[in-house]
């Protein structure tokens, strides 16, 4: 997977406590730029609001995320947690996790 495009709030990382600061938008970013190396490790890279997530990966395949409403989602490194994910997997793998679905 090389690029990302969402329509919720960003460009940076933002949760529901602090989302106002965020702008609503169609962002374009990569796996690798959503999240922060953070001196602890712990989740982050959320987007807040997003309606729908495009993820490409070079010139050909493409999947689209899509729900009723909007909802956070993220995506970073694979791993068994949070805290031990970013930097104990191989950078080629990624985790998604997004709650696309609302009434």
């Given at each position: 997977?090389?690029?990302i495009e969402?329509?919720g709030r960003?460009p ?5 406590d602090?989302?106002?600061?965020a702008?609503m ?6 796996p690798s730029e ?6 602890v490790?712990?989740?982050n890279?959320n987007r807040t609001?997003?309606?729908w997530v ?7 395949s493409?999947?689209?995320v899509?729900?009723r409403?909007s909802?956070p989602?993220?995506?970073g490194p694979e ?6 994910g970013?930097?104990?997997?191989p950078?080629?793998?990624f ?6 679905h609302?009434?």
């Open positions: 997977m090389h690029n969402c329509l960003g940076r990382e933002n949760y529901p602090r989302k106002s600061c702008d938008g169609v962002w374009r970013t990569t959503m999240g922060y190396d953070y001196i490790p712990g989740e890279g609001d997003c309606s495009k993820f490409g990966h070079g010139s050909g493409l999947a689209i899509a729900g409403g909802a989602f993220s995506i791993g068994g947690s949070a805290q031990e970013k930097h104990n997997a950078p080629s793998s985790n998604f996790s997004a709650g696309l609302t009434q």
